[in-house]
């Protein structure tokens, strides 16, 4: 199973600014094991281009924007992250590459499982293969 789409998030707000919650049951659907965030992208630089076996992972452009390629094995689709409140929700076998980063941009990701890198697939003619 694999799949990957964008969720929003309501944003509370007053007078003073916003601020959005995420709690685990209500708008992530998964235990959230580890938080990391990508920040000082230099300019130019594309980051990702791998798979993952099994991990569910939510990513946030929570300053500036990026724009992630997606790749089930059959298509690739581009989704562009230049909002807090929206999120990429991605599941299981999707290669995945990230680009156009903004000098400003801050991507907090949140996901279901602890750093393993045993769990990469970084190789895209072994993804296709174990997608087959
Ligand atoms: C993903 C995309 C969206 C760790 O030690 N712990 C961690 O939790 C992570 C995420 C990375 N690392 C180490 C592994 C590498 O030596 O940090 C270094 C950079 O990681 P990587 O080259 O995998 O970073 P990206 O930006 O290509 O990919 C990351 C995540 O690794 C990946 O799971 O889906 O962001």
Known sequence: ???????SFQTLGDERGSLIAIEKGYN???????????????????RGFHAHKNLEQIAIAVKGS??????????REEKILDNPNQGL??????WREMKNFSED??????????????????????????IK
Do not use: W
């Open 28 to 46: 992530v659907p998964f235990d959230i094991k580890r938080v990391y965030y990508i920040f000082d992208t230099k300019k130019g630089v594309q």
């Open 66 to 75: 990026c724009s992630f390629v997606l790749d089930d094995g059959n298509q």
């Open 89 to 94: 929700y991605i599941e299981g076998l999707i």
């Open 105 to 130: 941009c801050v991507l907090v990701v949140l996901a279901s499982e602890h750093y393993d890198e045993s769990d990469y697939i970084r190789d895209y003619n072994k993804f296709l293969e174990v």
């Open 1 to 7: 199973m694999a799949s990957y789409e964008l969720v």
